[in-house]
């Protein structure tokens, strides 16, 4: 699951289930009620509609303002070079737009004076100055300062880090050792109470983590969960990747120390996360529960984490969009976890739309592509609308940055085998990018460490340096995101915000993007006036992404009844609009982008916004309904752990299960024939639901999609998601469904 180029992705799972002929059942009055447990969820057919009232219109062209200038200069101070033909001797005072300068004193140049000015916005002037005929160039009186380059012995190799200018960055912070960054990944190869096996370039960073991985048989270290995240390896007899520490090195190594190579971030402390095992994998379950954890949600049988995270790295993926188990979780750190954490996940290495990549996909994340030594996407990375920023992540097979040696990523790695030891390797992969931007995220939050995702997201989009086509390898630079990370400038933002001149306003939209997901219809956006004076605005028009999969016609995009398109905000003032998708005008299924673009003063700004069309559409179904558990029992495989019939299609269920490890099913019988065939809508939760006895286990959503295919007299359900492990056996489904539910028996506990 881990997203560098020696990623090895799980596939497992079934690609095709047949069931036979359900009848109708009862609940089983054998059951002991006293242990057992309680799923409950939704059954999902397809996309929300909801009637607008407004529609907004579509636009063939976006034009963006400029962005604001945000370099630190001294107040009053203004550099000035005449044309050739003018006499600047006798230039002693000037006057812009009613400001008045006065010259301080000829410059070592010819024709260059320093002037002061009593009054007004240097920066304003200056531009005023620069169109006049006989002034070559104006600008402020710049502050410059000593940038900070670590003494580290490789740091030489390591290209990526002036890549995104984070020597700049480094002499406004080098970071703060209590900004925790969690490595969710394949663990760390550190161990606190044997130097021997601890990597030292990550002495002193590291604090007490814990391994997620459930399952032995995959994890490497011959047990289940427990508190040693300790990196096994993922390759038992040959060389492993060390994939996590790899990642940790990025984000975070000892820095300045005269060893190895400098970290982005010279003092965050480390918190490791282990959910990648053998061959890179891992299940969507363990990395969402240690990424929950790693924020500071409580997980059962789980002690509590007492150094909540900062920022989250996920360098890790899969196939598929992202789930809604996913999404509620990052959704749920976005919003609740003590710290406000900021997860950063890798955009993938198939060289496709990131939309079809999970957890690229999901909202509530920056997304991160990665770039190669001269700042072009690199040829692996994916791309697309869902892109946030891109960063370094390195190309093994080009050597123009380091000649003679491969322009990976260098960070920290081991040597297997007689005679290795610790040491560094060079690695390529959004895996490598993503912990670049992490790593920026970190230095934010030692500045501040309130920022929040929408926070640190504006910051970095803000300043990033947008790609060209040609540089993304794209038909449009936008599909690589709002461009290449600027790290110095970022934390600019953050730390001082964007300069507003002088009796100007700033319109900011909350959040920005707004992610409809694939069932909201429609979500409020604030809006609010965080400059100096009273502002004008008004909604355009939307501009839909070039990498969309079908058209968004006017109708598509549209603003709930009350919301306005227009007003005036007063300075702090704030006001909100419902802005929603209208599915039904979407024909062609799959992930969506376009700008809302407001019209502030004359300049434009915007918003963006992301939406999901489900394949299925929304059909309405009437037919009997049912939703199934099972749980394995040893050699007996799956048996019959709940179930609930409807005699009509119903959203919701919630049902009474033994406890432990349950794979549910739901049916629409949409012909009422009570066999599963096409017309029918079959559906599987696609991971075990581990749920306790006496406890419950709510927003287990199944999405029901209609049967595509028949086998022999039953139904087939083609392409089965891959959170099951292999051991669910299509013969072990099939011969419970059978025994449990048609002889209308159930076991006991």
Known sequence: MRLSRTASWSTVGLALLCVAALSACEADPGLDHGRLAT?????????????????????????????????????????????????????????????????????ALPNTHLFALAAGDAVEVARALSARPDVRYAHPNYLLEAFRIPNDEHYALQWSLPAIDLPAAWSRTVGDARTVVAVVDSGILYDSADASRSHPDLAGRVLSGYDFISDWRVAGDGDGRDPDPYDEGDVPDGQSTYHGSHVAGIIAAATDNALGVAGVDWRASILPVRVLGLAGSGTTLDVVEGALWAAGYPIDGVPSNLNPAHVINLSLGGPGPCTPFEQDAYDWITRHSPRSAVVVVAAGNENQNAAGVTPASCRSVITVGATEARDRRAPYSNYGSRIDVMAPGGDLLSSFANPGRPDGVLSLSKVDGPGGGFGYVFQEGTSMAAPHVAGVVALMKALDPAVDLNTARAALTGSARSLSATECGRPSGAECGAGLIDAPAALTLVADGPTVPPGAGLLTLEPNPLDLGTRDGERSVVLRNDGNASMDWSILYFVAANDNPGPMPTGSVYLSEG?????????????????????????????????????????????????TLLPSGEPELSGPTYVL?????????????????????????????????????????????????????????????????HGRAGDVDVVVQRVLAIAGSGGALRGLPDGLPRGVAVSALREALERSVLNETAPTP
């Open 563 to 611: 919301s306005a398109d227009s007003g005036v905000l007063a300075p702090g003032a704030s006001s909100s609009i419902l802005v929603g998708v209208d599915r039904s005008y979407l024909s062609v299924p799959g992930w969506y982008r376009f700008d809302i673009v407001f019209e502030v003063d004359g300049r434009e700004v915007n918003l963006a916004v992301r939406s």
């Open 629 to 693: 558990a099972f749980i394995e029992e040893g050699r007996d495989g799956f048996v019959l752990s709940g179930f609930q019939e409807r005699p009509s299609f119903q959203s919701t269920y919630s049902m009474a299960v033994l406890p432990g490890r349950n794979v549910v099913i739901a049916w629409v019988d949409e012909n009422r024939n009570d066999v599963i065939d096409d017309g029918d809508f079959l559906g599987v939760y696609p991971y075990y639901v581990d749920v306790p006895a």
């Open 39 to 107: 799923i409950a969820g939704r059954l999902i057919v397809g996309s929300d509609t909801i009637a607008f009232s407004r529609p907004i219109p579509a636009a063939q062209d976006l034009s963006s303002g400029a962005l604001p200038e945000v370099r630190p200069y001294v107040p009053g101070e203004l550099i000035v070079a005449f044309s050739d033909h003018t006499r600047s001797a006798a230039m002693t005072r000037l006057r812009v737009g009613g400001v008045e300068l006065t010259a301080v004193r000829e410059l």
